[in-house]
């Protein structure tokens, strides 16, 4: 019941006029910047950021919460209307989305995917209310060998996991580490890979980091290879269900975040995997086999609602362990350390009004979503018209003033533009760009770990594996680390029984 | 020294490895550089996860040179605008480049509002926008919108520079 009384309290944080603004304002934005094609939510997150700055933190992360799930809402819009997903939890909302879409259906298919993110959030949020207090409070007695355990897991499980090349993951998460070792070392002052440039010693800022891999990267690579005629997005009228497919629908709402929120909160890759786990469990229930494929509600429902309830997932790691499992995770994580804010089974106790008004202000920005989305999607639907040069000039624009708004340095301009030169040859060279984020984001706190643990056991190794929880988190890494050695082994003797 | 360059051709990702195994290295010599004086203290001194980091990038190149001639390949990046059918347009990449650098030398002097409309106008044109008229209007307007709304709403400073000392 501890958890109830601190919600309404969070709820009195969350519904004072400003702060009902800030959400307002992070959900219209979110979902604009979102709808926008090219735009992902890791990068409409990552160019907002500087939007905060001015803001306290309570304020700024309760719009922070309304960009993240406008932006998620905005993506599937997108995806609907123009059958081109940006990014991978999307595609799944393009499959029977497009098709609804194409045959007059588009209304229907944006307030199935509308009120899909509606229910997954809602449920996904209550999940989170119930379960991260829980977490939290175990997580507190975990040591130095423990984090570093998890730390572990989340290197090879984003690189092993996601993508379709280890090397090229395990590439990507070596890039990461090596920009955050960058700056003074924590721990005796040293200068490392500074080159005796002063700028360089206080490291290279997370927020540039992302800005310029997600943001820089993609325009200059979207640049490389701009499609010279853009697709046409289709016209959409407002959104309604007819009372038949509520009836076909409101099933697969409830199933979804059975299927995303527990996928949410383990470092396996955010929406990705749950959207599309639900897509083939619909399908498989469905009365309509022979529709999907060519347009059926459930197949846009069920995934919608999964990818936000995966959404709340990935907050109950993000917030009670300082994990973030996906690259908007990653990018909340970042914004957090700019307050000075370290997110951990401590934020609870130390931060009470912060979190509380937060997952308050969850709620809120759904009612919100739901309320604005519905009426506004005509003009939502307008936003995927505009000339591709203005959109990629503005990221341009846009990225510039998040990264000169983090100092006031020129040279952090320079950094940004440099590391989306690093980000445009990832994507050049099929490099994926969410490990060497979470490089950056944990390897600092993982060395940290890594050093307190071997303090305290006197430099004995064992002292890295002297808890049961470490233990069991190391054999999962193994497990994953084996997994395809397994499955060749399992393949090969197929063939030779054959 | 024709088998070579046919081996060589159409495998530009070696240069991926190559420059993994440079960046390893820089890594492994800065690690090793270090004032050995101050790493005394405790059994982890500030050299050991970048040495780890360093001979990990090493193994990494390595491996990735070998997946790379075995005929492995990393998957270019797709999307919403992008076309892959089409070979890539370095030059629009390297004008980009430019008009960014552009801007990070002139905010100084010319303060973001110039200096903000100017990037949006260069990158615009670079992106293949032809309008003589709306391109610049819509740059000034951004700029100068975006500076008013950090500068005065959000308590984000940006430098007005000369145009806000006339104004």
């Known amino acids: ?498 | 020294m024709t088998t070579v360059k046919s081996v060589l051709r159409g495998r530009s990702e070696l240069g991926v490895g190559a420059l993994l195994f440079l960046l390893g290295v820089l890594v492994l010599t800065d690690a090793l550089t270090l004032d050995a004086d101050v790493a005394g203290r405790g059994p982890v001194g500030p050299g050991t996860v970048p040495l780890v980091v360093g001979c990990g990038l090493l193994v990494v190149a390595v491996l990735l040179t070998v997946d790379v001639l075995r005929g492995g390949r990393g998957e270019a990046e797709g999307g919403e605008d992008v076309d892959l059918a089409e070979p890539a347009d370095w030059r629009t990449v390297l004008l980009l480049a430019g008009v960014f650098l552009a801007f990070a030398v002139l905010i100084g002097p010319l303060g973001f509002p110039i200096a903000g409309a100017l990037l949006f106008w260069g990158a615009a044109y670079a992106l293949g926008s032809r309008h003589l008229h709306r391109d610049p209007l819509i740059a000034a307007v951004l700029s100068l919108l975006t500076y008013a709304v950090f500068d005065q709403l959000l308590g984000v400073p940006l430098p007005g520079g000369p145009l806000m000392g006339v104004i």
């Open chain 1, 1 to 498: 019941m501890d958890s109830l009384t601190s919600l309404i309290d969070g709820f009195g944080t969350a519904l004072t006029p400003i702060n009902l603004l800030w959400a307002a304002i992070g959900v219209l934005l979110g979902t604009a910047i979102g709808v926008l094609p090219g735009i992902g939510p890791a990068m409409a997150v990552a160019l907002l950021l500087p939007v905060t700055y001015g803001l306290e933190p309570t304020g700024a992360f309760i719009m922070f919460a309304g960009i993240y799930y406008g932006a998620m809402f905005g993506g599937s819009t997108t995806s609907i209307l123009l059958n081109t997903p940006g990014e991978s939890a999307a595609v799944v909302a393009a499959i029977e989305g497009n098709p609804m879409a194409k045959s007059g259906r588009g209304a229907q298919a944006l307030a199935a995917a509308a009120i899909g993110h509606f229910a997954g959030g809602m449920i996904g949020t209550t999940l989170l209310v119930v379960l991260a207090p829980t977490v939290a409070a175990l997580a507190v007695d975990i040591g130095a060998p423990d984090y570093l355990a998890l730390m572990v897991l989340a290197f090879i499980a984003v690189t092993s996991v996601l993508g379709s090349s280890r090397i090229r993951g395990l590439a990507s998460l070596l890039i990461g580490l090596t920009i955050g070792l960058v700056g003074l070392d924590q721990m005796t002052g040293q200068q490392r890979l500074t080159f005796g440039s002063l700028q360089l010693a206080d490291g290279i800022d997370v927020v540039i980091v992302a800005v310029g891999l997600f943001a820089i990267g993609e325009a200059l690579w979207v640049a490389a290879h701009l499609r010279r005629a853009p697709g046409e997005a289709i016209p959409v009228g407002r959104p309604w269900l007819g009372r038949d497919d509520v009836k076909r629908t409101w099933k697969s709402w409830l199933r979804g975040p059975a299927i995303g929120f527990p996928f949410g909160a383990i470092p396996a890759g955010g929406a990705e995997i749950p959207t599309f786990l639900s897509y083939v469990t619909e399908k498989r229930l469905s009365k309509h086999k022979e529709q999907f494929g060519k347009g059926a509600i459930e197949g846009v429902a069920g995934p919608e609602s999964a990818a936000s309830a995966s959404a709340a997932g990935t907050l109950v790691s993000m917030l009670t362990l300082g994990l973030p499992t996906t690259a908007v995770a990653a990018v909340m994580l970042a914004a957090f350390q700019q307050y000075g804010i370290q997110p951990g089974p401590l934020l609870f106790e130390r931060e009470p009004e912060l979190v509380w008004g937060l997952i308050a202000s969850l709620f809120v920005g759904m009612v919100l979503l739901l309320a604005l989305n519905l009426p506004l999607a005509p003009v939502w639907a307008k936003l995927l018209r505009i000339p591709r040069p203005y959109l990629y000039a503005g990221i341009l624009f846009f990225a510039a003033v998040g990264a000169y708004a983090v100092g006031g340095e020129a040279l952090d301009l320079v950094v940004l533009l440099v590391i989306g030169l690093i980000g445009l040859g990832m994507r050049r060279y099929g490099l994926p760009v969410l490990p060497a984020v979470i490089g950056v984001i944990l390897g600092p706190a993982a060395e940290q770990q890594l050093r307190r643990a071997l303090q305290i056991s006197d430099g004995s190794l064992t002292g890295l594996v002297n808890t049961p929880f470490s233990v069991t988190v190391y054999a999962v890494v193994l497990v994953l680390l084996a997994w395809p050695l397994v499955r060749k082994a399992a393949r090969r003797t197929d063939r030779t029984t054959v």
